[in-house]
């Protein structure tokens, strides 16, 4: 069973940037398509971005598009989320999950299961 492990969040300043990482062991993330998840307080869980297995391809969000960018090393086994021009809406639990769809079944919304979350990292923006 694939295990993720999330890092690089912090304290930051509206504006400010962050590099999140999500490195995978037990498994090769590359066999996945690779999400990252936020979950702020009192709120539900909400999709952030996905990438292909091969990294060529991603999706967003509305609210995070232009701002954040996935991207993965699948030689090092990783997956990144580079979130700049924070703003304070932007904290939360930031979690990466692995993904078996099937790209075109992650842009068309179809529901999935996911094999693995990683245990989260909190990202804080202050204004």
């Known amino acids: 069973q694939i295990q993720l492990v999330e890092s690089g969040g912090g304290l930051v300043q509206a504006g400010g940037y962050l590099r999140l990482s999500c490195a995978a062991s037990?498994?090769?993330?590359?066999?996945?398509?690779a999400d990252w998840f936020r979950q702020a307080p009192g709120k539900e869980r909400e999709f952030v971005a996905a990438?292909?297995?091969?990294?060529?391809?991603?999706y967003y969000a509305d609210s995070v598009k232009g701002r954040f960018t996935i991207s993965r090393d699948n030689a090092k086994n990783t997956v990144y989320l580079q979130l700049n021009s924070l703003k304070p809406e932007d904290t939360a639990v930031y979690y990466c999950?692995?993904?078996?769809?099937?790209?075109?079944?992650?842009?068309?919304?179809?529901?999935?299961?996911?094999?693995?979350w990683g245990q989260g990292t909190q990202v804080t923006v202050s204004s």
């Open positions: 999950a692995a993904d078996p769809r099937l790209w075109s079944d992650v842009v068309r919304g179809v529901r999935t299961t996911y094999n693995a």
């Open positions: 037990r498994g090769t993330f590359s066999t996945y398509t």
């Open positions: 990438i292909s297995r091969s990294g060529t391809v991603t």
